[in-house]
């Protein structure tokens, strides 16, 4: 099984700032994919095969990376980006998601 | 437009099956490609991902709940099920449906597991 492992676990950003969260994994994967969930939601859909925007996603989220060492980025936070953000692989079964990275406004 | 909706008993007792459907609208589970995953998250915890089907039937499981799990699916009415057999409270959860690429999920149904 492929573990992900995020970081940082929990963070804090201002208005305006970049955030950058990472996504380890513990064999080389060809594609991550990142999802983010508010309190009480299900998780919504960010990036896909790395670095694809999915419909309707802000463009100051993006992502990158290759084989085992992946991030997110959001180049400008903002309050509704308050949430907790997983990293998910299935380039091997079984499909694994990361631990999570908390993100909260300053 | 794409939506997905999960049901399931609510509250069920320990060593009971837990009989979970999921109802969809905009995509066929016969269209080629096309999968419907489910994906639990214990309150306050992160995704645990369970088993995924695939139009042509084949099905994937996490193998740390293998032997519990069996998913399934109704093509002609648009519902995919899964069955997790002798429950306990470690499964208590919320349950998520999602279609294959997890762009769209549905909006989770929570399953309590109590004496």
């Known amino acids: 099984e492929i573990v992900l492992t995020q970081s940082p676990t929990t963070t804090a950003a201002s208005p305006g700032e970049k955030v950058t969260i990472t996504c380890l994994a513990s064999?080389?994967?060809?594609?991550m994919y990142w999802y983010q969930q508010k309190s009480g939601a299900s998780p919504k859909l960010l990036i896909y095969?790395?670095?694809s925007l999915a419909s309707g996603v802000p463009d100051r989220f993006s992502g990158s990376g290759s084989g085992t060492s992946y991030s997110l980025t959001i180049n400008t936070m903002e309050a509704e980006d308050a949430a907790t953000y997983y990293c998910?692989?299935?380039?091997?079964?079984?499909?694994?998601f990361g631990s999570g990275t908390k993100l909260e406004i300053k | 437009q794409v939506t997905l909706k999960e049901s399931g008993p609510g509250i069920l007792q320990p060593s009971q099956t837990l009989s979970l459907t999921c109802t969809f609208s905009?995509?066929?589970?016969?269209?080629?490609?096309?999968?419907v995953g489910w994906i639990r998250q214990p309150s306050g915890k992160g995704l645990e991902w369970l088993a995924n089907?695939?139009?042509?039937?084949?099905?994937y499981y996490n193998p740390s709940l293998k032997n519990r799990l069996t998913i399934s699916k109704d093509t002609s009415n648009n519902q995919a099920f899964l069955k997790i057999t002798n429950v306990d409270t470690a499964d208590t959860a919320t349950y998520y449906c999602?279609?294959?690429?997890?762009?769209?999920w549905g909006q989770g149904v929570m399953v309590t597991v109590s004496s």
């Open positions: 064999s080389s994967v060809s594609n």
């Open positions: 905009g995509f066929s589970l016969s269209t080629y490609g096309m999968g």
């Open positions: 998910q692989q299935w380039s091997s079964n079984p499909l694994t």
């Open positions: 999602a279609r294959t690429g997890f762009d769209y």
């Open positions: 095969s790395t670095s």
């Open positions: 089907i695939w139009w042509d039937d084949d099905k």
